[in-house]
């Protein structure tokens, strides 16, 4: 129970941090994008009372929609690409309600503080960058772990037959599951438009008919 407890203060925390950040985010990438492409931009020019507002105003949007999209829990998991989709969502719905914004709120206030379409992307970008890799960094981290710790431990080395599902649900358990006993070293299917494809990092190196040279060259204990 105290364990558990522990667990959930220190989800808790991460969460705390990771929303801190979002926040921090929208400042730093307001500040990215006047500076990347005003040469006149100051600290003094660009914290001004309206875009001070219209900062405030994409915060509280941004977090809406990271909460909605539930993005302050995928870092507790091995992300993949429903999770980077759904970020890229988050991101596509800024830059729309901001072009909105632009549109309505007429020439003359984005003449005046410089907010015009192409800030807006480029402030919408640098969000999808921070949104992309905070949520990725713990698969980052642990897929290097991995990496280092497979190369001091000995471990089965296997092909796996098929590209499929099965097949990424297998490597990304050998990948991120530390007590795994198995290491794969490649995927073997007859479909011959898979060659040269990947899962995760582990390429399809060949078909069936093929799988003696492969394991030899691969140095293959089993096959999956």
Same mark, same amino acid.
């Given at each position: 129970?105290?364990?558990?407890?522990?667990?959930?203060?220190?989800?808790?925390?991460?969460?705390?941090?990771?929303?801190?950040?979002?926040?921090?985010?929208?400042?730093?990438?307001?500040?990215? #994008?006047?500076?990347?492409?005003? $040469?006149?931009?100051?600290?003094?020019?660009?914290?001004?009372?309206?875009?001070?507002?219209?900062?405030?105003?994409?915060?509280?949007?941004?977090?809406?929609?990271?909460? $909605?999209?539930?993005?302050?829990?995928?870092?507790?998991?091995?992300?993949?690409?429903?999770?980077?989709?759904?970020?890229?969502?988050?991101?596509?719905?800024?830059?729309?309600?901001?072009?909105?914004?632009?549109?309505?709120?007429?020439?003359?206030?984005?003449?005046?503080?410089?907010?015009?379409?192409?800030?807006?992307?480029?402030? #919408?970008?640098?969000?999808?960058?921070?949104?992309?890799?905070?949520?990725?960094?713990?698969?980052?981290?642990?897929?290097?772990?991995?990496?280092?710790?497979? $190369?001091?431990?000995?471990?089965?080395?296997?092909?796996?037959?098929?590209?499929?599902?099965?097949?990424?649900?297998?490597?990304?358990?050998?990948?991120?599951?530390?007590? #795994?006993?198995?290491?794969?070293?490649?995927?073997?299917?007859?479909?011959?438009?898979?060659?040269?494809?990947?899962?995760?990092?582990?390429?399809?190196?060949?078909?069936?008919?093929?799988?003696?040279?492969?394991?030899?060259?691969?140095?293959?204990?089993?096959?999956?």
């Amino acid at each position: 129970m105290a364990k558990k407890n522990a667990i959930t203060k220190k989800q808790t925390l991460i969460r705390t941090l990771l929303c801190v950040g979002d926040i921090m985010a929208v400042f730093l990438a307001t500040m990215g #994008s006047y500076l990347m492409l005003k $040469s006149w931009a100051t600290w003094e020019n660009i914290l001004t009372k309206p875009l001070a507002a219209w900062m405030l105003c994409n915060a509280v949007l941004l977090l809406l929609l990271t909460t $909605s999209f539930k993005l302050y829990s995928v870092i507790f998991a091995s992300v993949g690409f429903p999770e980077l989709f759904r970020i890229g969502l988050v991101a596509a719905t800024v830059y729309l309600a901001n072009t909105i914004f632009v549109f309505i709120a007429g020439r003359e206030f984005t003449n005046t503080y410089f907010l015009g379409h192409t800030t807006v992307f480029v402030y #919408s970008l640098l969000l999808l960058v921070w949104l992309a890799g905070s949520r990725f960094l713990k698969r980052g981290y642990v897929a290097l772990r991995s990496q280092w710790k497979n $190369s001091f431990t000995k471990k089965k080395k296997i092909l796996i037959v098929g590209y499929n599902n099965e097949a990424f649900t297998l490597i990304r358990s050998m990948t991120f599951d530390e007590n #795994s006993r198995y290491r794969a070293v490649g995927v073997l299917d007859d479909d011959n438009r898979y060659l040269g494809k990947h899962i995760y990092d582990i390429r399809v190196v060949g078909t069936t008919n093929e799988a003696k040279e492969v394991v030899q060259k691969y140095k293959a204990e089993e096959i999956f």
